[in-house]
């Protein structure tokens, strides 16, 4: 199997910023999502080229390796061993720095002279996705597609084809760094035979080029519980991408988009509604109908009651996400004015206006 070319399956250039892939990525990955194109086989492959280019160029370190390698890191038997275009070779003070202050703590190699890969948790991964204000408070199952990767069904996640295991590295060995001492200083860098991993691949997997894993589209059905808001995040325990080296899989967390509700606003845990007044109801008072979360109640507006008083039903809101009981709902009173006055309003206003008598701005000038 042929490996391909990342930076061509996301149409971008080799020096492409972090920024310019995850643009790219984003486009192309919105145009072939297998539920915008479903039924779609050559879309759904096309999908999974997509996001094994951005899960390489995305990681630093993996785009590093790749672009020492030319094309894939893993198809020749050591992993990163050469100088790839784009890329700096495996001594240069740059991959020094990062190595010293980041392989070990990636558990890239085994530190202390042991053997053998240490194992990886796999990378979290991050999907959206977007309900209505009702699905929102209430709950819902929401059906879920996510690219990501699993363990190569050929070789099981070794890397190595079939009948073949990958083998310690003779040069570090499987230690995946080698030192070498400059002066009163020992400078460790990742092994230039393994590229950090510890263990060399002397008979590729044809199905993944010895990297492991494969690319995939993966289906749930995911629970929202009740009173996520915008921008809320759901973990998933356990379904993110897969370890390696046995290690444990990442979590999935799924960002909630709600849509807007053409009664309800939400305002943190509570949500607020604009109950609009006639002249007669807020100068007199009156028991007026206004919607709930689950039906509608009676309220009763006070005599004189101003623009801005905001009544609160206690306990009638949202339900608290992560915590026990409910939120409020709060009723912001407007006056309902009309644009334009019949003779009849006309003549209705001025005898208001002669009965009341009054001047609201005379306190102004006091």
Do not use: W
Not at 65 to 89: E, I, M, V
Not at 263 to 271: D, E, L, M, P, Q
Request: proline share 8%.
């Amino acid at each position: 199997m042929a490996a391909q070319d990342h930076y061509r399956a996301l149409d971008v250039d080799r020096k492409a910023s972090p920024e310019e892939i995850k643009k790219a990525y984003r486009k192309l990955a919105r145009q072939y999502h297998p539920d915008r194109n479903p039924g779609d086989a050559k879309a759904e492959e096309r999908f999974k080229e997509i996001s094994q280019a951005h899960d390489v160029l995305s990681d630093p370190e993996k785009r590093k390796a790749y672009d020492r390698a030319g094309l894939n890191p893993f198809a020749s038997g050591g992993r990163g061993s050469g100088t790839g275009a784009g890329g700096f070779d495996a001594g240069g003070f740059g991959d020094i720095i990062s190595d010293l202050f980041g392989q070990r703590a990636r558990g890239g190699g085994t530190a202390g002279g042991g053997r053998g890969p240490r194992a990886e948790r796999g990378r979290d991964l991050e999907a959206e996705v977007s309900i209505s204000f009702d699905q929102a408070v209430a709950g819902a199952q929401i059906p879920l597609s996510v690219p990501t990767a699993e363990r190569c069904p050929t070789c099981s996640g070794t890397g190595a084809r079939a009948g073949t295991a990958p083998k310690v590295c003779p040069r570090c060995q499987g230690r995946g760094i080698e030192s070498e001492g400059q002066g009163l200083f020992s400078i460790s860098q990742p092994c230039s035979r393994c590229g950090g991993a510890g263990t060399i691949i002397e008979d590729p997997c044809p199905t993944c080029n010895g990297i492991g894993q494969t690319r995939t589209v993966k289906r749930y059905r995911v629970n929202i519980p009740a009173g996520v808001k915008e921008g809320s995040r759901v973990r998933l325990a356990g379904k993110g991408e897969p370890g390696r080296n046995g290690g444990p899989s990442g979590d999935l967390f799924v960002l909630t988009h709600v849509q807007a509700s053409p009664v309800f606003t939400r305002r943190g845990a509570n949500v607020e509604v604009q109950v609009p007044l006639t002249i007669p109801e807020a100068l007199r008072g009156a028991e007026i109908e206004v919607p709930t979360l689950n039906g509608r109640k009676t309220l009763r507006v006070p005599p004189g009651t101003k623009p801005g008083t905001v009544q609160r039903l206690r306990g009638e809101g949202p339900p608290r996400l992560g915590a026990a009981g409910r939120g409020d709902i709060h009723y912001r009173f407007t006056l309902d004015l009309p644009d334009r006055l019949t003779p009849e309003q006309e003549a209705a206003v001025g005898e208001l206006e002669k009965v009341l008598d009054a001047n609201p701005r005379a306190g102004l000038f006091a």
